[in-house]
């Protein structure tokens, strides 16, 4: 089966409101850092601030009319990509060779692989999957290797614990507020946010905290020990992927937690790297960034034969990654990003198809391919034009 048409489009999904019942979750306020935190006149909690964009999807269509779908980030910059360069490179291939169809791309774009263009093949590798499931009628976790364990053990990102608490989850990451030129007095608030968070999750439940790339290694290292105390499962991603040297020197001297990064590393030649060096214990592909499903295999593979477990970043949240961690053995949880308010259900805002999460686990799909439902009509053609420019505040 050949394929017809590779497409960046739209999913026109209807926003949901939350309910009379419900108040405004953490992801609405919660400071968090993040690099660009450094300077506080951008804001510090997700929305409008630089580097966020929005994700945009790939639909692949073959002879037979049958369609795949798979998303992936940096939509913006992205789909232009797909559109115009990666489109003409593999309509017309065989829709079911997915290794040549990915070598292909991967070799085309080797003077750019990484970011922008990775994320980009994300999207198509995932629709390759889809669609690829959706032609031999059956789920993608049992093409990739079949079914590893019964259902997924999810970690739930938030501040919102108690809530989190009483939808059933027991593995809790929380938010960093600690921006590195607030200093001692910003060190403290830190403590005593996770403080106060080990109190409300109990001593025996697994706790751990993300800075998101903003710290260097010696500030990751005094905070890590500051933090001892708390017994953090693992401290995520303190920083940024570049700093391969930082991370080693991190691993060595932090011997009472495990370190855990991979969510901004693109690729499996940069993930190659970091396993090689032994400067991680944990790994956190995201599959719409990392290069899609294909790559984040290979990337397990590197990780499984060093000892070294891999937990796709917002692996929960997404179909790629249910069937991910469904399918592999090293990959005993999957993060569910909390992103509904408080007192709303936390499926409101998944695609058609997609399960949610149950007393902290989730079962993926057995439909064909990824499972999703989405209806027709929403799949709409990407608008390349249709991106308002961000206005940020100077100071």
């Avoid at 364990?149 to 938010?175: C, H, P, Q």
């Avoid at 901004?264 to 899609?292: C, N, S, T």
Wanted: with cysteine; net charge negative; aromatic share 10%.
């Amino acid at each position: 089966m050949k394929i017809k048409n590779v497409r960046c489009v739209h999913i026109n999904a209807p926003v949901v409101k939350p309910g009379p019942d419900t108040r405004p979750g953490w992801n609405t306020h919660a400071p968090r850092s993040q690099p660009i935190a450094r300077y506080p006149y951008f804001k510090r909690v997700d929305g409008n601030k630089p580097g966020s964009t929005s994700k945009a999807w790939v639909q692949i269509t073959a002879e037979d009319g049958t369609y795949g779908l798979g998303s992936f980030a940096h939509g913006p910059m992205g789909a232009a990509l797909i559109d115009n360069f990666i489109a003409p490179l593999i309509e017309g291939r065989d829709a079911l060779a997915t290794e040549l169809l990915n070598d292909l791309i991967w070799r085309s774009q080797e003077s750019y692989q990484g970011g922008i263009a990775t994320a980009a093949q994300s999207g198509v590798d995932l629709a390759l999957w889809d669609l690829k499931g959706k032609l031999l009628g059956r789920p993608v976790y049992e093409l990739i290797g079949g079914p590893s364990r019964n259902s997924v053990e999810l970690y739930a990102t938030g501040d919102d614990l108690e809530w989190m608490m009483e939808l059933g989850f027991k593995r809790f990451k929380i938010s960093c507020p600690f921006f590195y030129e607030e200093g001692s007095e910003g060190l403290s608030k830190l403590e005593e946010h996770v403080a106060r968070s080990r109190e409300i999750v109990g001593d025996e439940a697994e706790l751990m905290l993300n800075p998101v790339m903003s710290f260097n290694a010696d500030l990751a290292l005094r905070v890590a020990e500051r933090l001892r105390p708390y017994r953090l499962r693992w401290f995520e991603e303190p920083l940024p992927p570049w700093d391969l040297e930082g991370l080693q020197d991190l691993k060595r001297a932090m011997t009472w937690t495990a370190l855990a990064t991979g969510e901004h590393h693109y690729g499996r030649k940069q993930f190659r790297q970091l396993v090689a060096a032994r400067a991680v214990d944990i790994i956190q592909p995201d599959i719409e960034w990392a290069g899609g499903l294909s790559e984040t295999l290979k990337i397990y593979t590197y990780a499984e034969a060093a000892g070294i477990e891999t937990i796709a970043h917002m692996g929960g949240n997404r179909p790629w990654g249910q069937h991910f961690a469904c399918a592999m053995p090293e990959s005993s949880l999957a993060e569910w990003f909390l992103d509904t308010d408080v007192g709303q259900p936390v499926g409101d805002r998944l695609m058609p198809g997609v399960p949610a999460a149950i007393n902290g686990k989730v079962v993926p799909s057995d439909a064909p391919g990824f499972g999703l439902e989405i209806p027709e009509e929403w799949i709409v053609p990407w608008n390349h034009g249709g991106q308002k420019r961000a206005v940020y505040d100077a100071p």
